[in-house]
């Protein structure tokens, strides 16, 4: 389970790796997709970006979805809060430490 997949790429490359790995992986991209606020973007060229794909793709899901289009036999992409969304999973979920 991925919490907070945004507009899916790091989810992309994810299932990228699962189709290579040849394993019966389930993988679920999760987000609320509410999107982000301009104050917690510093850079105008991040912001222009972000601005851009929404208008191109209409909605941060939508955009998440299409990116996701071409690997979606490997992710299913869940929107919702994430803690809700994991509690309704009903098989063992693995957890990765990311280190400071």
Do not use: H
């Amino acid at each position: 389970m991925e919490v907070g997949s945004f507009f899916g790429s790091s989810a992309a490359f994810m299932a990228v790796e699962i189709a290579n790995s040849g394993k019966a992986i389930r993988f679920d991209a999760c987000d609320n997709f509410t999107g982000i606020k301009r104050e917690n973007v510093p850079k105008d060229d991040e912001w222009a970006r972000y601005q851009q794909a929404m208008a191109e793709a209409g909605s941060l899901e939508a955009a998440c979805r299409a990116n996701l289009a071409r690997v979606q036999d490997y992710v299913t992409v869940r929107a919702g809060d994430s803690l809700d969304l994991s509690t309704n999973l009903s098989r063992r979920v693995a957890r990765l430490r990311v280190p400071r």
